[in-house]
C-alpha cells in the first residue's frame, strides 16, 4: 500500500491542475439555472410548485448522451486541426455558453416567466454539451490510478466556480446591483474557462487493441452487407462506431443492468434537497448575503474538504468501500435540516447544517464520479461517460421537479420532507453492497496513454 506522501503527490501533477481549471468553467453555469434562478424566482413572487418544475430546464443534463457520440467522432472544420479534438470542441462549448449566458441576463421572471425558463433551457443546453467534452477530458488525460484525486479537482474546481463565483459571487452581485446585472457579469467569467483550454495539452488517449479490432470487425460486416453500398456503408459504418459500439461495448461488462439501476437511484436523496435548499433558506428568514456566506463561503470550505479527503479515501480505501461509507454519510447529515427546520432562523443550526451537508456532499461525489470515470473505456469515453452521468441526472432531475409539490403537499413542513429526503438517499446502499459482493473491482480494460 502507498504512503500518504505518495497519495497526495498526485495534486501535483499539472494534468490535474488542468481538470482543476476545467471544472471551475463546468460548474460556473449551475446557480444560473439551479439556486440562484430558485432565489430569483422567489423573489419575485414565483410559486413553490412552479420553481420546482424549473428543474425540467435542466433535462439537457440528463439527455446529452444523445449527441455525445458526435463528440466523440465528429472533426469541427479548424478548431479540431488547430486544437485538437477535446480542446476543440470544449472552445466551441464555451463561446455558445457565453452568448447564452448573455441572453439570460436580458430576462426579467417578473414579467414573462416562459421566456427565463426558455433562456435558461438554452444555458443548460450549452453547459451540459460542454460538460461532455470536459469529463472525456478528464478521463483521457489522466491513467486509471489518478481517478480519484481527478474527480477530487474537478470537483473542487466545480465549486469553485458554481459555488464560490457564480453562487456566492452571484448573489452579492444580486444584492448590489441588481440579478440582470449578476448574470452579465457572470456571463464573462466563462472566460476563464477558454483560457484554461488555451493553456492545457490535448490528450493521447489510447484504445486497447481488442476494442479496436472488435469495431474493425464488425465495420467489415456492416461494408460486407449487400443492401449497402458505397457511401452509404461507410455512412452506417460511422454511426456503428459512434453511436452502437460504446453500448455494446458497456455491455459486455459484468452485472451491468444492476450498475446502470444503482447510477439511476443513488442521489435521488440529494437532488430533492439541493433543488429547494434556496427556497427553503428564504423561508426561514435568511438574507441574501447570509445565505450566500453560509451556504457558498463556508459550505464551499467544508465542501472542498471533503473532496481532498474523499479522493485520498478512494485512493486508500478502493472506490467500492469509499463510495458506499460516504453515501450514508451524506445521507444522514440531511437530517441536519430537518434540525433547521424546527429551530428557525438560526445562526448556528444553519452554518452546521451546511457544512455537514457540504462535507459528505464532497464524499461522495468524488467516489461517484471516480466510479463513474472507471467503467469508462477510452475508446469511447465522451458516450459512455455522457450515458452514466445522463442516467444519474435524468433521475434527479425528473425526481427533483416534484420537490416543490411534496413541500406544498407536507403543507409546509420542511422537517418531515427533510426526513424523507433522508430516506431516499439510502435506497441505492443495499443495490451498492450487492454489486460489490458480486462483481468486484476489475482493472479498467483500456487504459489512456500518459500525457506528453
Known sequence: MQSWRDTLAVYLDRRILAVLVLGFSSGLPAPLIFGNLSIWLRDVG???????????????????????????????????????????????????LLGAVLVMSRTDPATDLFVVAMAALFVSTASATQDIVIDAYRIDVLDPQSYGAGSAAAIWGWHLGGTLVGGAGGLYLAQAYGWNVAYLILAFAVLIGMVAVLMSR?????????????????????????????????????VYGAAVAPFLDFMK????VLILLFIFIFKLGDALLGRMSGVFYREMGFGLTEIADVSKVYGMAANAAGVVLGGLLVARLGLMRSLFAAGFAAAVTNLTYSWLAVAGKDMTVFTLAVVSDNFTGGLVTVAFVAYLSSLCNVAYTATQYALLASLGNLARIWFSASAGYMVDSLDGNWSLFFMMTAIIALAGLPLLWIIMKLFPDKPSQARPAPAE
Open 46 to 96: 414565483v410559486s413553490r410548485t412552479d420553481i420546482g418544475l424549473f428543474a425540467l430546464v435542466a433535462t439537457p443534463y440528463a439527455i446529452n448522451f444523445l449527441w455525445a457520440p458526435l463528440i466523440d467522432r465528429m472533426k469541427l472544420p479548424w478548431l479540431t486541426k488547430r486544437f485538437g479534438r477535446r480542446r476543440g470542441w470544449i472552445l466551441l462549448t464555451q463561446a455558445v
Open 202 to 238: 490535448e490528450p493521447q488517449a489510447r484504445p486497447s487493441a481488442e476494442t479496436v479490432a472488435a469495431e474493425r470487425e464488425a465495420v467489415q460486416a456492416i461494408r460486407r452487407l449487400p443492401f449497402l453500398k458505397g457511401g452509404l456503408a461507410e455512412a452506417a459504418a460511422w
Open 253 to 256: 461488462r459484468r452485472g451491468w
